[in-house]
């Protein structure tokens, strides 16, 4: 069965950084293609950032030159590392593959804010 559990999120003050985590179990992580996801207040969940098995990475564009994705297969975890943080960057982070096709962990609350 597979399990995503994610960590890291936080209250953060506009301009601030967050390192958020994401340990998969159940599923075979060093071959799969995985994703940071974002739902916003009253959004539809986006994605933000892809990671291929191979560590080629995509951004979206608002988030693009601020946020870097990364993982480490042997210990099936995937991080976010986000700076310059924004009041739109408020939302629920949530790791899945890409496409996002297992079922959603909890996720983590990232509030920025002054």
């Known amino acids: 069965q597979v399990q995503l559990v994610e960590s890291g999120g936080g209250l953060v003050q506009p301009g601030g950084s967050l390192r958020l985590s994401c340990v998969a179990s159940?599923?075979?992580?060093?071959?799969?293609?995985m994703g940071w996801y974002r739902q916003a207040p009253g959004k539809q969940r986006e994605l933000v950032a892809q990671?291929?098995?191979?560590?080629?990475?995509n951004y979206a564009d608002s988030v693009k030159g601020r946020f870097t994705i990364s993982r480490t297969n042997a210990k099936n975890t995937m991080y976010l590392q986000m700076n310059s943080l924004k009041a739109e960057d408020t939302g629920v982070y949530y790791c899945?593959?890409?496409?996002?096709?297992?079922?959603w962990g909890p996720g983590t609350q990232v509030t920025v804010s002054s």
């Open positions: 899945n593959s890409q496409p996002a096709i297992q079922r």
């Open positions: 159940g599923i075979w992580f060093s071959i799969n293609d």
């Open positions: 990671i291929t098995g191979g560590g080629s990475t």
